[in-house]
């Protein structure tokens, strides 16, 4: 059988190539930079926003990335978007309006930007338990900050935190919106377009 040459690497990331402090081993970046200086794609697919990416893969020079569960796609050589699947900001808006009634904790995903909601980042950093370089702005009201950006997310994301919370937001949105849903953790929730995904 003719050997096939490796076009390109595509991999998760939490609870895959992270380990515990939200990086890439050093082994791991070694193997990853030689694999790009050969001229194969890596690309991390990524249920975390573009803004989201560990400095251990953006330093070693990756050329695309999957991001937002597969709403998207860039190429980083040029910084352009080459594919977006997203949710329309009026139906955002709406849904935002609903997890409003239980002050739910949700992140606003657009054009690769993740927004928290909270008083302040250290509220926030507090909360999401994220490490320090990750950008952490701050919105009050979701739901207003969609209204007045009028751009399409490629995520909601919202976190309960308890049983209860978890069940009062799902009865809100599962099956009542045209959404595709997933978790990576305990009491986390991801909206995402109905065809979307890292595939």
């Known amino acids: 059988m003719e050997k096939r040459q490796i076009r390109m690497i595509a991999f998760d990331m939490d609870g895959t190539v992270l380990y515990d402090k939200n990086e890439i081993s ?12 050969q001229g194969i794609y890596v690309v991390p697919c990524t249920g975390r926003g573009r803004c989201e990416m560990p400095r251990t893969l953006t330093e070693i020079g990756i050329t695309h990335t999957a991001t937002a569960n597969g709403a998207l ?12 699947n997203l ?3 009026e139906m955002a808006a709406e849904i935002y309006h609903q997890l409003k009634k239980i002050d739910a904790y949700v992140t606003v995903h657009i054009d690769g930007k993740v927004y928290f909601k909270g008083e302040s980042e250290q509220e926030v950093r507090n909360i999401y338990k994220l490490v320090e370089y ?3 702005p ?13 751009e399409n997310l490629e995520k909601i994301y919202a976190w309960a935190r308890t049983p209860e919370e978890f069940e009062r937001i799902m009865a809100l949105i599962k099956g009542k919106y045209p959404l595709f849903y997933s978790s990576s953790a305990v009491g986390n929730m991801e909206f995402s377009a109905l065809d979307c995904s890292k595939g």
């Open 73 to 84: 796609v860039r190429d980083e050589r040029t910084d352009q978007a080459l594919y977006t």
């Open 26 to 37: 050093p082994k791991l970046q070694g193997i990853l930079k030689k694999a790009l200086d």
């Open 138 to 150: 701050t919105i009050t009201d979701a739901e207003a900050f969609v209204r007045e950006k009028q």
């Open 134 to 136: 990750i950008p952490m």
């Open 87 to 89: 949710i329309s900001w």
